[in-house]
């Protein structure tokens, strides 16, 4: 191995035995090695190693000869291959955050089980790190920066972020009227929760204007590559944008073509094909001849197909299911009646309990289902069974303040490694609803997780599983467990499964909603909101439910108050 990469290693192997508590002396040993060996010349280095002299340099003991010498001549290190192998990888993405050295990520790996970058980030809005020994406010507040920063140059972000970049980018571009038409495209229209780039599709009797106007905007950073009818760029927040620019009867075909998915473009094709037509990006063609259409809507009917809604082109079915005419009525934000899973201040969220329901109010809500975390979540002031009290005598008095807004009781509990619940029945049945939730041992075995699912869905008072398989975007995946076996024990159980909505978990995934609306399963979609704003991201789990073909029917908290009142008493 060359130099660099021994003294890499050696660098490596110091922040390693940082991360697993060893005693300082040693770490600092490689960490002088590393420089050792950085200062040296690549023949020197060699030439040592050859001679088996480095054991006289300053700073390298015999230990670290020997390691050396392996590493030089072979280009490997056991000692390295193990030692990395029994730290968790994302700890040392963690440490890629300016200011956050080894000491305070192996705090957050033993007291809140914090072992990646996106676990970081969603403790952080949620406000766990506020009240740990050496951190605080600002600290969270300097973590969260240090992730935007990060993630600019990563190439891959939330939707919600996109989403957000995409509709600023698009409102400066409607502000001059250089366009005929104009739409998202790509997956940021088809509403997939991971985003590699924004992509514009437009349509204009002058391209190079529009398109001069696209890479001279003040949010563009680097204008990547422009041409007549073309042109990509990288934004200030780091997302790329791609903007086309075709003929105006070239629209309707251009826009489904780069919405795509790919998949779902190969099986049109393979569809046109079968009708003895072609088509690709610039029309339908029969016998070599352009077939007319104003928009998509025609495009689809000219293919003698039903409007197939962006989100649902994956060639998940919906061709089939347009052909035949049993595409689903998709759900619509408006049909949202209520929001279930709100943090207040009692557990980690931020605003009071009247501030919630005043917002609520406001928003035109039928209902409000509170949920602070149990107990058992000390990291995020889990409540007591007198703080349970408390809450509900305070619940009571804002429902006489606040008629207008079903006020339900609820609490997030959860789901030990036993599968039982943290608080006794007789706590639980004061309440009006239970959400139920995996928070630790994410990890578990296959089947002992699916076990420890099972039996919490199996007990009478649990209304909801929450964010059920615990997965978080870009940082941690699901965990291990036979899905089917607890999808058919809610069915059984009567239990209705989160949708939640924050953007960092969109759990669950949307490809598992299509067998669950087949099952007859119940979906609540739930921002798991810890401040008002967080409400907004209900959005995001509407989107998610279109995506898996969820209608109006299939949603819990598009009923109304009256409704959930009935369901809630009758659990």
């Avoid at 300016?98 to 990520?105: H, I, M, N």
């Avoid at 104009?182 to 924004?198: N, P, Q, T, V």
Wanted: charged share 30%; hydrophobic share 40%; glycine share 8%.
């Amino acid at each position: 191995m060359e130099k660099q990469g021994t003294a890499k290693m050696l660098e490596e192997i110091g922040v390693l035995l940082e991360l697993k508590g060893e005693n300082p002396f040693k770490s600092r040993a490689y960490y002088s090695a590393a420089r050792t060996v950085e200062m040296m010349g690549e023949e020197e280095l060699k030439r040592l190693v050859d001679e088996d002299q480095l054991k006289a340099v300053k700073g390298i003991g015999a230990a670290l000869n020997e390691k050396l010498k392996e590493l030089v001549l072979t280009g490997a290190l056991p000692y390295y291959d193990e030692l990395k192998a029994s730290v968790p990888e994302g700890l040392l993405e963690m440490l890629r955050v300016p200011g956050l050295g080894s000491r305070k990520v192996r705090a957050l790996y033993e007291m809140l089980e914090i072992s990646s970058l996106a676990e970081l980030e969603y403790a952080c809005r949620e406000n766990r790190l506020v009240g740990l020994k050496g951190f605080g406010p600002k600290t969270q507040e300097n973590i969260l920066e240090g992730i935007d920063f990060l993630r600019r140059y990563e190439g891959r972000v939330f939707y919600s972020e996109a989403h957000q970049a995409a509709g600023a980018l698009l409102k400066e571009l409607k502000n001059r009227p250089l366009y005929k038409q104009i739409s998202l495209a790509g997956s940021i229209r088809r509403c997939k929760e991971i985003i590699k780039d924004i992509d514009l599709v437009a349509s204009a009797a002058e391209p190079a204007n529009l398109i001069a106007y696209f890479t001279g905007l003040e949010q563009v950073e680097e204008v990547i590559a422009k041409g007549d009818t073309k042109s990509a760029v990288r934004l200030q927040g780091g997302i790329n944008a791609d903007l086309r620019v075709v003929k105006p009867e070239e629209f309707p075909f251009a826009l489904h073509h780069f919405t795509g998915s790919k998949e779902h473009n190969t099986a049109m094709r393979h569809r046109a094909r079968a009708q003895g037509l072609k088509i690709n990006e610039y029309g339908i063609f029969k016998n070599g001849e352009s077939l007319k259409c104003s928009s998509e809507n025609e495009f689809f009917e000219t293919l003698g197909l039903n409007y197939i809604e962006p989100e649902l082109r994956e060639n998940y079915g919906e061709i089939e299911a347009a052909e035949s005419g049993f595409l689903p009525n998709l759900v619509e934000l408006n049909d949202i009646k209520g929001i279930f899973h709100v943090h207040t201040d009692y557990s980690d969220g931020i605003n009071t309990l009247e501030e919630v329901i005043y917002y609520c109010r406001e928003k035109g809500y039928q209902y409000v289902g509170i949920t602070d975390h149990s107990q058992s979540a000390f990291y995020a002031g889990g409540l007591s069974k007198d703080d349970l009290k408390k809450q509900a005598e305070e619940i009571s008095a804002l429902r006489e303040k606040y008629p207008e807004v079903g006020i339900y009781h609820g609490v997030e509990s959860d789901i030990r490694s036993d599968g039982s619940l943290d608080y006794d029945d007789h706590t639980l049945e004061r309440l009006d609803f239970v959400i139920a939730s995996v928070h630790s041992g994410l990890k578990m075995e296959y089947a002992k997780m699916t076990d420890r699912l099972l039996k919490a869905l199996k007990h009478p008072l649990v209304t909801m599983l929450g964010h059920p398989t615990n997965r978080l975007l870009l940082g941690r995946e699901s965990s291990s467990f036979n899905l089917g076996k607890i999808f058919q024990a809610a069915v059984e159980a009567g239990v209705i499964l989160e949708l939640n909505a924050s953007p960092a978990r969109l759990d669950l995934d949307w490809r598992h909603l299509k067998k669950i609306k087949a099952m007859g399963l119940v979906v609540s979609i739930n921002p798991d909101a810890h401040r008002l704003e967080s409400f907004n991201d209900t959005a995001l789990g509407v989107a998610m439910a279109r995506k898996g073909w969820l209608g109006k029917e299939d949603i819990f908290n598009t009923r109304s108050r009256a409704a959930v009142e009935t369901f809630l008493k009758g659990r």
